[in-house]
């Protein structure tokens, strides 16, 4: 437990602004170690066991001070996608190549003209109306009554027992009986590596990721453009519905740490970023709701991970709002060296090597550019090394070559 409580001492002061002993340095590993490993995209989804002591020795060989949670890349495990009929993602060999990167299907899930049964019992519209579409083998499941019915089930169970006899709602309680299984069996394993990764001084970077509510809405929802005409069309049920969204999402991120004893929390952020939406649009549709979740976060005692995915340049004066030394921003495209002109007071920085540098770099390049992060963006404090993005296409030697030059050129002391 030594080397966990340095390490963590390590990213705690970072993330408080403070200079700990040097750099820590962060990898989102993602895909990299199955490929290391000679294993492919696709048994990360379906050999568990061999993806998970694949990452054991990658971990170990590259030492970073926080690793990328192991469930990080594996968007449910493919046997349950299998049995439940997934439409709204493809996962590595299933419509893509076996080594390639997982991928959201967007569409409009959700209908424009369905907001108001979504506002009237969201639980309802969830299971009766949505999961049948994302889900096709769970196509049954849109022949069950409403929900708010269940309370008149002493009265009427005929009527219950004739409705759960049909064979496509009993084909998809079956899907999500088989499902329940194998969750729990991979979730054992992932429990058990993070025992054995701790017991080995590695730290998790985070607990599971949570959404903030206008990217449920874009993201799962009604699609990237479903939202966008929503901001025109009906911007008050957008609203309302993320306001409804809220509650429910911070629960589940609050329970989520509670259950694991990880205190930082991963929100990957998707529409925020520059070029989406106007000035306008993010200060009324999407900072409120993002800055409250990550305050409600602190509240709870937890270290908000916000990942700024895109550009953030023109929004760094509103990210500026939020209270000093509580939160951990890593950023993909921004301005590196602006972000921390502007946020060097108020959080953490985490970012700035740019993935095509570790995939067609030098190790002279990568060594002068880690030197420039630094001296610029470590001055002083307050920053983890990390890469822009996953490092599913990096070279390997390269970002073995960055993570050693980070430990002996990032000193304070």
Not at 92 to 121: A, C, R, W
Not at 351 to 360: A, F, N, R, V, Y
Request: with cysteine.
């Amino acid at each position: 437990m030594a080397q966990v409580n340095e390490r963590l001492k390590r990213v705690n002061e970072a993330i408080e602004l403070k200079e700990p002993d040097r750099v820590p340095i962060f990898f989102q590993s993602n895909y990299l170690p199955a490929k290391v490993a000679g294993l492919t995209c696709r048994d990360a989804y379906y050999k568990q066991d061999e993806y998970l002591e694949a990452y054991k020795k990658f971990i170990i060989e590259y030492d970073p001070d926080l690793f990328f949670t192991a469930d990080a890349p594996i968007i449910t495990p493919g046997p349950i996608h299998d049995l439940w009929g997934t439409v709204q993602m493809k996962w590595p060999g299933h419509e893509i190549g076996v080594n390639s990167s997982h991928q959201f299907v967007e569409g409009e899930y959700m209908k424009q003209e369905e907001y108001d049964d979504f506002l009237n019992d969201p639980s309802d519209f969830l299971i009766r109306v949505y999961i049948p579409r994302v889900f096709k083998n769970l196509e049954g499941l849109n022949m069950l009554p409403p929900l708010m019915l269940t309370v008149l089930g002493c009265y009427g169970g005929g009527f219950w027992a004739s409705t759960f006899a049909q064979p496509q709602l009993a084909e998809a309680f079956e899907a999500m009986l088989k499902a329940s299984k194998t969750a729990a069996e991979w979730n054992m394993k992932f429990a058990q590596f993070h025992k054995e990764m701790a017991e080995a001084g590695y730290v998790p970077s985070h607990t599971g990721p949570v959404l903030v509510p206008f990217d449920v809405i874009s993201d799962l929802l009604r699609g990237m453009r479903g939202a966008m005409l929503d901001m025109y069309r009906v911007p008050d049920k957008l609203l309302a519905a993320q306001e409804k969204l809220f509650p429910l999402l911070l629960a589940t991120a609050v329970q989520g740490a509670k259950a694991t004893g990880i205190t930082r929390v991963f929100i990957p952020l998707h529409r925020g970023a520059d070029g989406f939406m106007s000035i306008e649009q993010f200060e009324k549709f999407y900072w409120p709701f993002t800055k409250k979740l990550i305050l409600g976060l602190i509240d709870e005692g937890l270290t908000p991970m916000p990942f700024f995915e895109g550009v953030y340049d023109q929004r760094l004066e509103y990210l500026a709002e939020l209270p000093k030394g509580k939160v951990l921003g890593l950023f993909d495209r921004s301005d590196i060296f602006k972000v921390k002109e502007v946020l060097k007071d108020t959080m953490c920085i985490c970012g700035g090597m740019p993935i095509s540098l570790l995939q067609t770099g030098t190790p002279e390049s990568v060594k002068e550019y880690t030197k420039k992060l630094i001296d610029v963006v470590g001055k002083d404090g307050g920053f983890i090394m990390g890469s822009s993005t996953v490092l599913d296409e990096a070279n390997p030697e390269l970002v073995k070559v960055w993570a050693d030059f980070t430990k002996e050129y990032g000193t304070y002391h």
